[in-house]
């Protein structure tokens, strides 16, 4: 069965720094999706950034990067120029490619704190 | 606006009562998901459902029972088998192979 580990229960990052929360998995499959989910003090996981395990480029959205370490079954996610919206929990989450609808597996989550 | 509505957004259940989520997406999603999530964890999968009339028991599927009777709608029943049910519990729905789930914005359940 596949697993998540985010080894990093709580981040902190002054406003305007970049951060990185770390995220490994451990499948035996060669293809796989990968996600990062936000949850907001309101509690709604909001999509991040996705990533392809067949896609050998990182995936990037505006001020969100990851470094995808396929190998070292490493998914990490980078935070630019943090803002007081990005606190929040940060939840890695691995999804098999087969085909149909599978569930995801999320690792426990990051809690991140932004000072000003 | 499209997208995936939960009620209530606090639910109380007294002993041995059953009661019942609310999950409504109009995004024409064939796949809906039940996750529950407890303080300090991930969420882990309640059900899922592929298509209408049809479902599947997820990771902690004991206590629970669900219905697709209308391809919009995925109601959840909290029985009063599930000895510990206080937690958070998430819809989500993607669309048939889809790989991104997007998630409604959740019921807090309580027991008196």
């Known amino acids: 069965a596949q697993t998540v580990t985010q080894s990093q229960p709580e981040m902190s990052v002054q406003e305007a720094e970049t951060v990185t929360l770390s995220c490994t998995y451990d499948?035996?499959?060669?293809?796989?999706?990968l996600f990062w989910y936000k949850q907001p003090p309101s509690r709604q996981m909001i999509l991040v950034i996705r990533?392809?395990?067949?896609?050998?480029q990182n995936a990037t959205e505006n001020r969100f990067s990851v470094n995808f370490q396929k190998a070292a079954k490493s998914f990490s996610l980078k935070i630019s120029d943090s803002q007081l919206g990005d606190a929040a929990m940060y939840f890695c989450?691995?999804?098999?490619?087969?085909?149909?609808?599978?569930?995801?597996?999320f690792g426990k989550g990051t809690k991140l704190t932004v000072n000003p | 606006d499209g997208g995936i509505t939960q009620s209530p957004k606090y639910l109380f259940r007294k002993e041995g009562q059953n009661v019942t989520l609310s999950c409504e997406q109009n995004l024409n999603h064939d796949a809906m998901y039940w996750y529950r999530q407890d303080p300090g964890q991930g969420l882990r999968l309640i059900y899922y459902s592929q298509i209408v009339n049809d479902f599947q028991k997820g990771d902690i599927a004991e206590g629970y029972s669900v219905s697709r009777e209308k391809k919009e709608s995925f109601p959840l029943t909290v029985t009063s088998a599930q000895k510990n049910p206080t937690a958070f519990y998430l819809c989500a729905s993607s669309s048939y192979g889809g790989e991104t789930q997007y998630f409604g914005p959740g019921t807090r359940l309580l027991v008196l």
């Open positions: 990533q392809e395990a067949y896609k050998q």
């Open positions: 989450a691995y999804r098999s490619w087969r085909g149909g609808s599978e569930k995801l597996v």
């Open positions: 499948t035996s499959e060669s293809d796989y999706y």
